[in-house]
Nanobody, 124 residues
Framework: QVQLVESGGGSVQPGGSLRLSCAASGIPLVYLAIGWFRQAPGKEREGISCISSDDGSTRYADSVKGRFTISRDNDKKRVYLQMNSLEPEDTGVYYC?????????????????WGQGTQVTVSS
């Protein structure tokens, strides 16, 4: 079993930044591929970034590419999502998810473990 807890959400003005954190426990983070997902009001949940467990390779959705950066610290058992140049369209609940695998993908069906989510609101 894997337990995931997100933190770092909040309210920010357009153009601002936030850093989300996902704390993992249970199975050591070194064995887990991690994805970040978000669900905007009235929309389906979408994968926005992920990071593999073996080589740390990353993927990004086109909507966040160049603005968001995912990283991991296996010693601290945390995965981060640095979000810059935030836009109102980035508003939503952000979830981290985990799967025991080397390679990370953006599809939510790939992940078995999910956190409870953290709210991000971008508004002036």
């Amino acid at each position: 079993q894997v337990q995931l807890v997100e933190s770092g959400g909040g309210s920010v003005q357009p153009g601002g930044s936030l850093r989300l954190s996902c704390a993992a426990s249970g199975i050591p983070l070194v064995y887990l591929a991690i994805g970040w997902f978000r669900q905007a009001p009235g929309k389906e949940r979408e994968g926005i970034s992920c990071i593999s467990s073996d080589d740390g390779s990353t993927r990004y959705a086109d909507s966040v590419k160049g603005r968001f950066t995912i990283s991991r610290d296996n010693d601290k058992k945390r995965v981060y999502l640095q979000m810059n140049s935030l836009e109102p369209e980035d508003t939503g609940v952000y979830y981290c998810a985990a799967t025991v695998d080397d390679y990370a993908r953006l599809g939510e069906n790939e992940y078995q473990y999910w956190g409870q989510g953290t709210q991000v609101t971008v508004s002036s």
